[in-house]
């Protein structure tokens, strides 16, 4: 009887064999690239670390990265200068909140997913800095609060892939993580005088990495505690994504994101703890999922995109993919308003692209306008010269090996 089973044992450890072959192949050519051949981290260039991260973020983690994107968000409202200027600028309401949200979301995937020479990715970090200038200068933007942000997605990207995906990151690709928050850091102007190496530099991007990971958790054990407006940002930016649905919905969603926090973030935020059933079953899934990926799943053959590679061939502005319950900047057509997603949405009494005419902007959003209502259309000539001197840059080669930046790239001072 026992022999009647052999091929189907055979065929299962073939294919088992054939997706640990595929699967860990993209790991294995990047390792290759470094490790294989003795070259030190330390020569790895900007682009081949764009290139890294591309795979990433497109082919090997999409999900974890944009989780990582989502939670790192949701943080800097723990830090209470942070929270408070939400306050009083008047976009930490749910009548606001919404864009707010999803103007950051695409500034972020603007800067992680365009190369760094590339205008998309210009444009993204010179609005940035427009908009974050007058709050630098006038002190309510601290220096710590920016490289908390930076280290955040750090932070967040090492964990969640370590701990939820199908396999933990290499030295080679948190070497990548790192030369790219560098290099994003000194486009934003943010200062490392806080970091313990920034006098005699680092070894590489994963020194750098590592250095800022641990910087930020510092950050947050000194600085994060439970305040009125950091009770006010969860209740905008939480409690409303399920505002239309019965109060149990809002509970779960609070203790679900609550267990994803570690303990200084989730009592500063103001989140309940998760009971162990909630525990249980969030665990017990990501277990399911990281042993189905692992053994069961190939990898992915196309990239899951998270920008449209072009415009919109009417309006010439870029549409953005469907984000949550208000349809801002989608397209407005069948797939959008009558596809699966759609209905879900309409379902949890969310919005449809079109709805009240214009006000979610279907046409798409500009980079060089995007952002708050009152500074909608302000600051072209300031992003203008920001964009001239970031084209002005030296980032060819390795950032990380002497000599680098000579020409003035060594930190990159925004012009405002």
Partial sequence: MFLNYWPYGIALAA???????????????????????????????GSEAHEIMAILQEFEFPYAFQKARTISLLKAGGIPTMSKLFAVTGQNTRRNAGKRAVDTE????????????????????????????RYRKAGKILDGDMLH???????????????????????EEKCAIGIFHKALGEDLGIPWTSLPSHREGW???????????????????????????????????VDSATLAMPRFFTTLLRKVIGYELDEVMRSTLGLEKAGILLRTIITSTKSIRKILLRHFTFPRRS????????????????????????????KKDIWSIWGPSALFIRALGGRLPGSHG??????????????????????????AA???????????????????????????????
């Avoid at 192949?25 to 290759?32: K, L």
């Fill in 15 to 45: 294919y088992l064999l054939t997706v640990r072959f595929f699967r860990y192949r993209r790991r294995n050519e990047i390792t290759a690239k470094f490790s294989g051949i003795g070259r030190p981290l330390s020569e790895m260039t």
């Fill in 106 to 133: 695409i500034l972020l995937r603007e800067v992680h997913h365009n190369g760094r020479d590339t205008n998309r990715y210009m444009k993204a970090v010179s609005r940035m800095n427009y908009l974050h200038a």
């Fill in 149 to 171: 942000t930076l280290g955040s997605g750090i932070v967040e990207s090492f964990r969640i892939v370590d701990a939820e995906e199908w396999r933990q990151l290499t030295k």
């Fill in 203 to 237: 070894e590489d991007g994963a020194h750098f990495a590592t250095e800022l990971r641990d910087w930020t958790v510092g950050y947050e054990s000194r600085v994060a505690r439970f305040t009125g407006t950091n009770d006010q940002y969860v209740r905008v930016y």
């Fill in 303 to 330: 990239p899951v995109k998270a920008l449209h590679e072009n415009p919109n061939p009417k309006t010439g502005l870029f549409n953005f993919f469907p984000t949550g319950l208000q349809p801002w900047y989608v």
């Fill in 358 to 383: 214009d006000r979610f902007h279907p046409q798409g959003y500009d980079l060089t306008t995007i952002g708050p209502k009152p500074q909608e259309g302000k600051g072209l000539e300031n992003m």
């Fill in 386 to 416: 920001t964009m001239e001197f970031l084209r002005a840059r030296n980032i060819s080669g390795c950032p990380f090996q002497k000599g680098y930046g000579e020409k003035g790239e060594m930190q990159a001072t925004p012009i405002f």
